[in-house]
């Protein structure tokens, strides 16, 4: 017994540009489920207008209005549909019988190298092409020749869980080389031999960057805005705890300026301290404020009563809002170099879109990237993803000068933000 898979998951699409779609999801619920779908979503480039999430912790019942950022930005609807599917647990009652978890075994990593002729750009648009062929990077190495020639190493698992097949792997191949044009040299992807090299960490990383990084205090700004109005609005994100209300559920009233990621962020938070929603209202954008209502109980079923408790997880739901993703630019001896982290699920899964969303900043601003590479930092609290670019000088911007490394960086936030 159950539903029809069919019915799993329901697409109403926008009938005007502009207008939202509706996804609605009902199915078996299970732990972290609202935070893997709403982490696909992201990773298709779409935004949540709105949504609403219900759950009795057997069955749940999901609608997300979404639209895509940009609004040019082309979305493969039914390739997103079979991805939440599959995220989606079983709909058969044998479901029911037998609700042990079951950790399915990571995806297979595959070493894709392309070397290229050096252009500005270049690296964003092999990073756009992975992301439309829904091709996760997991890790990568960029290396310029002295000849202008680049060496781009790329570490990537498959959202379709195809690689295994050669016809997608030489259409992956094909489709690079076809983009890329004459600046494509050679391209390859093969399964990876060892896996050591995309789970080491970072130890290179300065302890002066880490500290810069990882030690920003929630009174600060997360990013410097354009004016103190600004940067006081984004002091204005609060939380309020209330226990009166529903007899069984704590529930938390959120309020804090939009941002890209934003719903993810406070549902990856949420599966990460081990509470449990049952209830989830986002409400619209109102004047770049948004509102969100959580129903929430600890893993026994009962309120979140205690003092400490409450306080950690509003302290680790504030930072999130208030610092997201951690940006830096800073000279390094003769090179200047960019720094991005991101906070790393307890499933080891990283924050998407954010290489993509660095590479394409950059590239806006005309700055070519000598390497690159994205690697593992642990704190005492939690695991970083952190990327690290080093610059190239460019005339508009002179890496030597502190106000164009600011603007840099700037620029670099905001698309990150979604500003």
Request: charged letters at 25%; hydrophobic letters at 35%.
């Amino acid at each position: 017994m159950g539903i029809a898979w069919d019915d799993v998951i329901l697409m109403e699409h926008a009938v005007k540009p502009g207008d939202p779609t509706v996804i609605t999801i009902n199915c078996p619920d299970k732990t972290g489920l609202g935070c893997d779908l709403c982490r696909i979503v992201l990773e298709f480039g779409l935004y949540v207008t709105r949504g609403d999430f219900a759950t009795d912790g057997k069955w749940c019942y999901i609608v997300l209005w979404v639209v895509p950022r940009p609004s040019s930005l082309k979305v493969d609807w039914g390739s997103l549909k079979n991805r939440l599917m599959s995220t989606c647990p079983s709909c058969m009652i044998s479901f029911y019988l037998n609700q042990q978890s079951t950790s399915s075994a990571p995806p297979s990593v595959y070493l894709l190298k392309v070397f290229c002729l050096d252009r500005k750009g270049l690296l964003h648009d092999v990073t756009k092409i992975l992301c439309e062929l829904e091709l996760t990077i997991q890790r990568v190495k960029v290396m310029t020749t002295p000849d202008d020639k680049v060496l781009d190493l790329f570490f990537i698992t498959d959202g379709m869980d195809l690689l295994h097949t050669k016809q997608r792997r030489d259409e992956t191949c094909e489709h690079l080389s076809d983009v890329l044009g004459e600046y494509c040299i050679s391209c390859e992807l093969q399964l990876s031999e060892t896996e050591c090299e995309v789970q080491q960490g970072c130890p290179s990383l300065p302890q002066e960057v880490a500290e810069e990084l990882f030690s920003c205090e929630l009174s600060k700004e997360a990013v410097p805005m354009s004016s103190a109005s600004d940067t006081a609005k984004l002091k204005k994100a609060t939380i309020t705890v209330d226990n009166l209300l529903s007899p069984a559920h704590t529930l938390l009233q959120i309020q804090c300026v939009d941002q890209k990621g934003l719903i993810y962020d406070i549902l990856r938070t949420s599966k990460d301290c081990d509470v449990q929603i049952a209830f989830v209202r986002i409400q619209s954008t109102a004047k770049g404020y948004r509102t969100i209502d959580l129903f929430i109980q600890r893993t026994d079923g009962k309120k979140i009563i205690d003092d400490e408790s409450i306080k950690y997880l509003c302290s680790r739901l504030k930072e999130e809002m208030l610092h997201p993703l951690r940006v830096t630019v800073a000279s390094r001896g003769p090179d200047t170099e960019l720094l991005v982290a991101n906070p790393v699920e307890l499933s080891g899964k990283g924050r998407p879109r954010v290489f993509y969303d660095v590479t394409f900043a950059l590239k806006k601003l005309g700055i070519c990237i000598f390497s690159a590479e994205i690697a593992r930092h642990s704190t005492a609290e939690r695991q970083w993803e952190v990327y690290r670019f080093r610059l190239d000088e460019s005339p508009e911007y002179p890496l030597a000068s502190m106000r164009a490394r600011t603007e840099i960086g700037d620029r670099v936030k905001k698309t990150l933000m979604g500003w």
